[in-house]
């Protein structure tokens, strides 16, 4: 046996920053992104370790993720040195190794790059198709940078490419959503099928976000209503090009899920490495251990593996992350697998409110000798939030 585990690094670098994004980045500068690879590289050899010693079996990697900030501002040296040093672990032959990208840092070369580091999945952060929203919220990549980076991706890369957009950005009309979507699911990649993947996220407004500032203050107009419907029109045309919606914001081709984020999705472990990088590891009664590493890139640089903050998070807590996490999947959540992870059923008010969504086809319920599985309707899943108030 070996214990299953998955990896996320954080690139804390950006050459500029959305007007959105909270995020933690800082600009990249001199020397600083050799050195910060190399604690990476510490921190990994630590966790890896720790883990081993914890958990008492060895460690087997099934997903890595690097994002950030902007990973494909790394160069070829130190993409090459952060693979080179994870490949030395046993990583599963069926792994899934996935790099956050930039438009406009697109190349054929850094294609070529991140093939000879193993990755087989990459996730462009488009956002928009329009000029006039990019402009509007300061991406560094323009609209024809967009389209530059799906030419190349789509014409060399033979792994597998998500898409990122956010909608209702500012400037975002239907119009211009709807022909950047169809834009997009009009391309073939290089097994000529489409993009298996697409992340359509409906904007959220972070405080002391500049984007959130103007909008405050009245200096960029802003309707949530507007944007809700939006993105319902959004998802309608995803689903009708052949999309599944397995999770609130993440849509695919039959079979082309995002394996590392089903590890949040689906509560198991990961270790996070970085500055800013978030790991959670749970104990056998169903409690966990979740520790942050610093903000301080400095002192992450000196000291990586002692400068993370720690927190337990009580069984309780971890019961209700595994409904909120798990239910926002089209699978929902296994009562038999809430039972091997915590030792007990579901909460009986949780059951009762179960029974009542369910009364009001608002939810689900798939029983097998394997499983039992819960999850929200299509509807159901536009209710979420008020579904996790009611079990508080």
């Known amino acids: 046996m070996a214990k299953q585990i998955s990896l996320y690094f954080h690139i804390p670098f950006c050459l500029s920053k959305c007007d959105y994004c909270d995020f933690f980045s800082i600009k990249c500068s001199g020397s600083i992104a050799i050195e910060y690879v190399d604690a990476l590289c510490v921190e990994l050899d630590y966790r890896i370790k720790a ?3 914890q958990s008492n079996e060895p460690v087997q990697i099934n997903t890595i993720y690097i994002g950030g900030g902007t990973p494909s501002l790394l160069n070829a040296i130190q993409l090459k040195k952060l693979s080179s040093k994870i490949f030395k672990y046993n990583v599963n032959p069926d792994y899934e190794f996935t790099v956050e990208v930039n438009p406009d840092d697109v190349t054929p070369h850094l294609l070529q790059v991140l093939e000879e580091c193993k990755v087989n999945r990459i996730s462009c952060g488009v956002q928009s198709f ?7 919220v300061h991406r560094r990549a323009d609209s024809a940078q967009v389209i530059a980076a799906l030419d190349c991706m789509t014409t060399l890369w033979k792994g597998k490419i998500s898409v990122d957009l956010i909608c209702g950005l500012p400037g975002e009309t239907e119009q211009s959503l709807l022909e950047g979507l169809k834009k997009l699911c009009d391309y073939k990649g290089f097994d000529n099928q489409p993009i298996p993947h697409i ?6 407004l972070e405080e002391n976000t500049p984007l959130y500032n103007r909008i405050s203050t009245g200096q960029t107009d802003y309707d949530s ?5 939006l993105w319902l029109k959004g998802r309608d045309f995803l689903l009708s090009q052949g999309y599944e919606q397995y999770e609130v914001s993440n849509f695919c081709l039959k079979g082309n899920e995002c394996r590392h984020n089903m ?5 198991k472990d990961y270790l996070g490495i970085g500055s800013g990088a978030t790991g959670t590891l749970h104990n056998k009664d169903g409690s966990a251990i979740r520790y942050t590493g610093t903000s301080d ?10 400068t993370c903050t720690k927190e337990i998070i ?3 807590t971890a019961q209700f992350e595994y409904f909120m996490m798990g239910l926002r999947t089209s699978n929902g959540i296994d009562r038999h697998c809430f039972k091997s992870i915590f030792g007990t059923d579901f909460p009986q008010k949780t059951q009762k409110i179960i029974a009542q969504w369910q009364e009001k086809g608002l939810m689900t319920i798939k029983k097998d000798p394997d499983c039992e599985l819960y999850s929200l ?3 159901g899943l536009l209710f979420l939030n008020t579904f996790l108030e009611q079990i508080i």
Request: aromatic letters at 14%.
């Open 51 to 53: 883990l081993e010693q």
């Open 130 to 136: 329009s000029q006039t929203v990019l402009k509007s």
């Open 199 to 204: 992340s359509f996220y409906s904007l959220s």
């Open 225 to 229: 209503d507007f944007s809700d419907s």
């Open 263 to 267: 590890v949040y999705w689906q509560s």
């Open 297 to 306: 890139i400095a002192s992450y640089i000196k000291e990586s593996v002692n």
């Open 314 to 316: 009580s069984a309780q």
């Open 377 to 379: 309707t299509k509807e």
